[in-house]
């Protein structure tokens, strides 16, 4: 698929919009303008729409998102950004009164396809949640669970190596690996943040996906989640939420702006920051509204 060159913005349908938003009269796309398409992506999402009974959280998105690319999603909160991530592992199955239309798509097949294994699903698609969970076990089994339930491990010493590995990839294998057998809800927040992420990446996924990762940890957490997103982009592709606009500025390559349920804008994420097409993207960005 050819990279898409970006959209006129005289393709825009004049709508009105919430004024809860801060904001009257703008203009909501009919299409995304922007970077929407990539050559051979490895997650793309064609016309999704979003229910949660009778409410729609996501109106007719339609994105590609790169191999080993990092995109993050950004937006004022209830726009549909997280309903979208939780969307590319059919985390909303959990949802009952959540219906999705459309289509999602890893590697070209339709992840809610009938034939889909959704646990085999959420194995090649992790997830990172806006709080620290970890499991109510060691810092050990934390980490083992995964491989042990999808049979990644033959033996013990396997077992051993690929917490290790998963440790240390998550950037805290240092820090942890004499406490292995203590609890890990005993960790710092930071810590049990990238307990979960070592807990993600231990079942060899392709795509991980994290939701505002950062929102709960302090400046120097975060920054150690910020560096670890930046060793783990040349192994996975990764999908982030985010609330603050100068982390999708420091991490990501490219960036999807989203408004009452559309999304709005897609660029590189330098791009999109300085030169935003739309004008619901800059008075975002400028702090207009958000």
Same mark, same amino acid.
């Given at each position: $698929?050819?990279?898409?060159?970006? $959209?006129? =913005?005289?393709?825009?349908?004049?709508?009105?919009?919430?004024?809860?938003?801060?904001?009257?009269?703008?203009?909501?796309?009919?299409?995304?303008?922007?970077?929407?398409?990539?050559?051979?992506?490895?997650?793309?999402?064609? %016309?999704?729409?979003?229910?949660?009974?009778?409410?729609?959280?996501?109106?007719?998105?339609?994105?590609?998102?790169?191999?080993?690319?990092?995109?993050?999603?950004?937006?004022?909160?209830?726009?549909?950004?997280?309903?979208?991530?939780?969307?590319?592992?059919? $985390?909303?199955?959990?949802?009952?009164?959540?219906?999705?239309?459309?289509?999602?798509?890893?590697?070209?097949?339709?992840?809610?396809?009938?034939?889909?294994?959704?646990?085999?699903?959420?194995?090649?698609?992790? $997830?990172?949640?806006?709080?620290?969970?970890?499991?109510?076990?060691? +810092?050990?089994?934390?980490?083992?669970? %995964?491989?042990?339930?999808?049979?990644? =491990?033959?033996?013990?010493?396997?077992?051993?190596? +690929?917490?290790?590995?998963?440790?240390?990839? =998550?950037?805290?294998?240092?820090?942890?690996?004499?406490?292995?057998?203590?609890?890990?809800?005993?960790?710092? %927040?930071?810590?049990?943040?990238?307990?979960?992420?070592?807990?993600? +990446?231990?079942?060899?996924?392709?795509?991980?996906?994290?939701?505002?990762?950062?929102?709960?940890?302090?400046? +120097?957490?975060?920054?150690?989640?910020?560096?670890?997103?930046?060793?783990?982009?040349?192994?996975?592709?990764?999908?982030?939420?985010?609330?603050?606009?100068?982390?999708?500025?420091?991490?990501?390559?490219?960036?999807?702006?989203?408004?009452? %349920?559309?999304?709005?804008?897609?660029?590189?994420?330098?791009?999109?920051?300085?030169?935003?097409?739309?004008?619901?993207?800059?008075?975002?960005?400028?702090?207009?509204?958000?």
């Amino acid at each position: $698929m050819e990279d898409a060159d970006y $959209m006129s =913005a005289a393709s825009l349908q004049k709508k009105e919009t919430s004024t809860s938003s801060g904001i009257e009269g703008r203009l909501l796309p009919e299409t995304t303008v922007g970077n929407v398409f990539v050559q051979n992506p490895r997650i793309s999402t064609r %016309g999704v729409n979003v229910f949660y009974g009778d409410k729609q959280a996501l109106v007719n998105v339609t994105v590609d998102i790169a191999e080993k690319e990092v995109i993050a999603f950004i937006g004022p909160s209830g726009c549909g950004k997280s309903t979208l991530l939780r969307s590319l592992n059919r $985390m909303n199955d959990t949802i009952d009164s959540c219906r999705l239309e459309g289509q999602v798509l890893l590697d070209e097949q339709d992840i809610y396809d009938k034939s889909v294994d959704v646990v085999g699903l959420r194995a090649r698609v992790g $997830m990172v949640f806006q709080k620290a969970n970890p499991f109510p076990k060691s +810092i050990f089994e934390n980490v083992a669970y %995964g491989p042990k339930i999808h049979g990644l =491990a033959e033996n013990k010493t396997d077992l051993n190596n +690929i917490v290790e590995s998963s440790l240390t990839r =998550a950037g805290i294998w240092d820090e942890l690996k004499d406490r292995l057998d203590q609890p890990g809800t005993g960790l710092s %927040g930071g810590q049990q943040q990238r307990l979960c992420i070592a807990r993600a +990446i231990a079942v060899n996924p392709e795509v991980i996906l994290m939701d505002e990762p950062c929102s709960a940890l302090d400046p +120097i957490a975060t920054a150690k989640i910020e560096e670890l997103i930046a060793e783990l982009r040349s192994e996975y592709t990764i999908v982030i939420v985010t609330h603050s606009m100068q982390q999708a500025a420091r991490v990501s390559d490219r960036t999807a702006y989203f408004h009452l %349920g559309k999304l709005v804008e897609v660029g590189k994420t330098k791009e999109l920051f300085i030169n935003p097409v739309h004008e619901l993207t800059q008075d975002y960005i400028t702090g207009r509204f958000g």
